[in-house]
């Protein structure tokens, strides 16, 4: 059993470089360190390899996988952690990512006593509960230095699955809340989960005729909230480096349209390129080191590669018509993007290097705002006819399903995993964040503290 | 934070009020009576006198005759009043996405410009920019809504009817 550190980034309250809006944010964190250490499970449970084989078949154990856990809610247990915090309720954090994920149900632990004396789960009476995990934990302040330890149990057979201590700096407490609840999705389902992530978004207030927009970013869950810009510009279309603490997004800056880098870790702004005509849909490379995105030229958009200052570009298409949101497959090999050069807008995949474009969009409407799932077996987009859906298709445009649909539906973006999407409802000062299971359930509404649009979810922090 | 956001909407709406007035003032002198129209070459006289948008139809940027009519007038007028530049903006009805709709008012600014310049108006005083479906003039989404939407907006420039922010700093 090994020690593993993860590195935990500072969420807060550092040289502020807009006054009052923009905060020092790290993604891989200077400061604060996470230190988890394993822990062997307490003699007394029964045989208890800690390390149970993922989709372990033991008679009634809750580790099963994605596909039965839609059907079938994973009951899971987690009573309060023993100690506390002044920082925030951990447990709270965990439930709610675990059933706002629709793969978990929480179940009522109040009445159980955690742990029979001696330190053991007293697994009879957690089995009145319908639950088949359960989760135990206790917290200790020391001043700023929290040390969390928690340990995941598979009830009917009595294991221990997971039983891991994480010491950090307490403003950390959140991170280590969906730290432990990835564990969990991962130790009972097999993948890795995603609640230790961000959501980038452009917020939107002031009147429908002459909004302000802004760039924002918040946890997953809708904690942290924060404003990057402050709204002297319009702001649109932010994406996530896969790699560093960067976001590409467009910006009015000087009334030019143009795609720009926001760096979380310094707070400063970047120009892509200092191209003389609009740069927009922005995304970057699988590797982090280049930036793909449209040049309006000559009354078309093309699609260009280029560094992440703007140099080295590379002209991929070049039909005069609006080529646009180019995204690339996991693996770099190629690229999906939308296109006007039918007539309509459609969906075309090409090599990286532009070669062999085809279309890959056939159904009624026309079709926009591709994005390649991260696990590369989907394409999530936007379709427009009567009104707009959200939908996902195969990269060969086979299997085609509409998610949800209403006026307006746009701007998927994947969570880590390829699970969930989440996209934006409503028009102008009126949209919100929604997320929902790529099979079309669970859809959930996600908080902002404003009108919210073009959502963009980043890798997992740790 | 609400009071950061307050004070910004503050700033805001003082510069829209320092605006009208300087236009106004640009506008008296010269020894001219003063007449109770607006002045001659500022935005309020392209305005009322001459006509400060095109429209398009449904995904399309190609200009109709009344368009066309409309530009003439533009362009004529900018040749009267030479010192004036203009900021000619493409808009969008919402039944688009959001980034395609920037390109395609893009093309709409572009097209407008584009006859303004073969009507003889030198290049260098029209700047264009493309605020996709994010500046509505009309807010419905209904067709009629959606008609006023899909435009190009010609404004002198700093006089912007759809630019309330992004003229502070």
Same mark, same amino acid.
């Given at each position: 059993?090994?020690?593993? !550190?993860?590195?935990?980034?500072?969420?807060?309250?550092?040289?502020?470089?807009?006054?009052?809006?923009?905060?020092?944010?790290?993604?891989?964190?200077? =400061?604060?360190?996470?230190?988890?250490?394993?822990?062997?499970?307490?003699?007394?449970?029964?045989?208890?390899?800690?390390?149970?084989?993922?989709?372990?078949?033991?008679?009634?154990?809750?580790?099963?996988?994605?596909?039965?856990?839609?059907?079938?809610?994973?009951?899971?247990?987690?009573?309060?952690?023993?100690?506390? @915090?002044? %920082?925030?309720?951990?447990?709270?954090?965990?439930?709610?990512?675990?059933?706002?994920?629709?793969?978990?149900?929480?179940?009522?632990?109040?009445?159980?006593?955690?742990?029979?004396?001696?330190?053991?789960?007293?697994?009879?009476?957690?089995?009145?509960?319908?639950?088949?995990?359960?989760?135990?934990?206790?917290?200790? %302040?020391?001043?700023?230095?929290?040390?969390?330890?928690?340990?995941?149990?598979?009830?009917?057979?009595?294991?221990?699955?997971?039983?891991?201590?994480? @010491?950090?700096?307490?403003?950390?407490?959140?991170?280590?809340?969906?730290?432990?609840?990835?564990?969990?999705?991962?130790?009972?389902?097999?993948?890795?989960?995603?609640?230790?992530?961000? =959501?980038?978004?452009?917020?939107?207030?002031?009147?429908?005729?002459?909004?302000?927009?802004?760039?924002?970013?918040?946890?997953?869950?809708?904690?942290?909230?924060?404003?990057?810009?402050?709204?002297?510009?319009?702001?649109?279309?932010?994406?996530?480096?896969?790699?560093?603490?960067?976001?590409?997004?467009?910006?009015?800056?000087?009334?030019?349209?143009?795609?720009?880098?926001?760096?979380?870790?310094?707070?400063?702004?970047?120009?892509?390129?200092?191209?003389? @005509?609009? @740069?927009?849909?922005?995304?970057?490379?699988?590797?982090?080191?280049? =930036?793909?995105?449209?040049?309006?030229?000559?009354?078309?958009?093309?699609?260009?590669?280029?560094?992440?200052?703007?140099?080295?570009?590379?002209?991929?298409?070049?039909?005069?018509?609006?080529?646009?949101?180019?995204?690339?497959?996991?693996?770099?090999?190629?690229?999906?993007?939308?296109?006007?050069?039918?007539?309509?807008?459609?969906?075309?995949?090409?090599?990286?290097?532009?070669?062999?474009?085809?279309?890959?969009?056939?159904?009624?409407?026309?079709?926009?705002?591709?994005?390649?799932?991260?696990?590369?077996?989907?394409?999530?987009?936007?379709?427009?006819?009567?009104?707009?859906?959200?939908?996902?298709?195969?990269?060969?445009?086979?299997?085609?399903?509409?998610?949800?649909?209403?006026?307006?539906?746009?701007?998927? !973006?994947?969570?880590?995993?390829?699970?969930?999407?989440?996209?934006?409802?409503?028009?102008?000062?009126?949209?919100?964040?929604?997320?929902?299971? =790529?099979?079309?359930?669970?859809?959930?509404?996600?908080?902002?503290?404003?009108?919210?649009?073009?959502?963009?979810?980043?890798?997992?922090?740790? | 934070?609400?009071?950061?956001?307050?004070?910004?909407?503050?700033?805001?709406?003082?510069?829209?009020?320092?605006?009208?007035?300087?236009?106004?003032?640009?506008?008296?002198?010269?020894?001219?009576?003063?007449?109770?129209?607006?002045?001659?070459?500022?935005?309020?006289?392209?305005?009322?006198?001459?006509?400060?948008? $095109?429209?398009?139809?449904?995904?399309?940027?190609?200009?109709?005759?009344?368009?066309?009519?409309?530009?003439?007038?533009?362009?004529?007028?900018?040749?009267?009043?030479?010192?004036?530049?203009?900021?000619?903006?493409?808009?969008?009805?919402?039944?688009?996405?959001?980034?395609?709709?920037?390109?395609?008012?893009?093309?709409?600014?572009?097209?407008?410009?584009?006859?303004?310049?073969?009507?003889?108006?030198?290049?260098?005083?029209?700047?264009?920019?493309?605020?996709?479906?994010?500046?509505? $003039?009309?807010?419905?989404?209904?067709?009629?809504?959606?008609?006023?939407?899909?435009?190009?907006?010609?404004?002198?420039?700093?006089?912007?009817?759809?630019?309330?922010?992004?003229?502070?700093?």
């Amino acid at each position: 059993m090994t020690s593993s !550190t993860h590195l935990l980034g500072e969420t807060d309250d550092t040289a502020p470089t807009v006054p009052g809006l923009i905060r020092r944010i790290t993604r891989r964190g200077m =400061i604060g360190t996470t230190l988890a250490t394993a822990l062997a499970a307490p003699a007394f449970a029964q045989s208890a390899p800690a390390a149970a084989p993922a989709g372990g078949d033991a008679a009634g154990s809750a580790v099963i996988d994605v596909n039965r856990a839609r059907t079938a809610p994973i009951p899971i247990a987690i009573p309060p952690f023993a100690g506390g @915090t002044s %920082q925030g309720d951990l447990v709270s954090v965990i439930s709610a990512d675990l059933n706002n994920c629709g793969l978990f149900h929480v179940v009522d632990a109040s009445g159980v006593a955690a742990t029979a004396p001696g330190g053991a789960p007293d697994f009879g009476a957690w089995k009145g509960t319908g639950a088949q995990a359960l989760v135990t934990g206790s917290v200790t %302040q020391s001043g700023d230095q929290l040390r969390v330890e928690f340990r995941l149990w598979d009830i009917l057979p009595g294991t221990q699955l997971q039983g891991t201590a994480y @010491t950090t700096s307490a403003s950390n407490w959140r991170r280590i809340a969906h730290i432990i609840a990835d564990v969990i999705y991962q130790r009972l389902l097999g993948e890795k989960g995603y609640f230790d992530t961000r =959501i980038a978004y452009i917020s939107t207030i002031g009147p429908r005729s002459n909004p302000t927009k802004r760039l924002a970013i918040m946890d997953q869950d809708g904690a942290n909230n924060r404003f990057l810009t402050d709204g002297s510009w319009t702001a649109l279309g932010p994406r996530f480096s896969p790699t560093r603490d960067q976001i590409a997004f467009i910006s009015y800056v000087n009334k030019i349209v143009r795609v720009y880098l926001f760096d979380l870790s310094s707070g400063t702004r970047s120009l892509v390129g200092n191209f003389r @005509t609009m @740069t927009f849909s922005p995304r970057f490379a699988p590797d982090g080191n280049s =930036i793909i995105m449209s040049l309006y030229q000559n009354g078309g958009s093309n699609i260009i590669t280029c560094s992440l200052s703007g140099g080295n570009v590379r002209t991929l298409t070049s039909s005069g018509a609006i080529d646009a949101n180019p995204c690339y497959s996991p693996d770099g090999s190629q690229i999906v993007f939308e296109s006007d050069r039918g007539g309509d807008q459609q969906l075309y995949v090409m090599g990286a290097d532009g070669s062999n474009v085809r279309r890959i969009s056939f159904g009624a409407g026309r079709y926009a705002d591709p994005v390649w799932s991260p696990r590369g077996d989907q394409i999530a987009f936007t379709r427009l006819g009567g009104s707009f859906a959200v939908g996902i298709m195969a990269p060969d445009g086979s299997g085609e399903r509409i998610l949800s649909e209403s006026f307006d539906v746009e701007s998927p !973006t994947f969570c880590p995993n390829g699970r969930v999407i989440m996209f934006q409802r409503g028009a102008g000062t009126a949209s919100r964040l929604v997320s929902i299971d =790529i099979t079309g359930f669970n859809e959930q509404a996600v908080q902002t503290p404003t009108s919210a649009s073009d959502p963009a979810w980043s890798p997992l922090l740790s | 934070m609400n009071i950061k956001m307050l004070g910004a909407f503050a700033a805001v709406a003082l510069l829209a009020a320092c605006a009208k007035p300087a236009a106004t003032a640009m506008s008296t002198g010269a020894g001219q009576t003063v007449t109770s129209g607006p002045a001659p070459g500022s935005e309020e006289d392209l305005v009322a006198n001459v006509g400060d948008r $095109v429209f398009y139809g449904f995904n399309k940027t190609s200009l109709s005759s009344d368009a066309t009519g409309t530009l003439s007038h533009q362009a004529g007028w900018l040749q009267k009043f030479p010192q004036v530049a203009v900021l000619v903006a493409g808009n969008c009805d919402s039944r688009g996405t959001e980034e395609y709709n920037l390109a395609l008012g893009q093309r709409r600014a572009d097209a407008a410009r584009d006859y303004l310049v073969a009507q003889g108006v030198d290049g260098s005083r029209i700047q264009t920019i493309s605020y996709g479906k994010d500046r509505p $003039v009309a807010q419905g989404d209904d067709e009629a809504s959606a008609q006023q939407n899909r435009n190009a907006i010609t404004s002198v420039q700093g006089h912007n009817p759809q630019e309330g922010t992004g003229t502070s700093s």
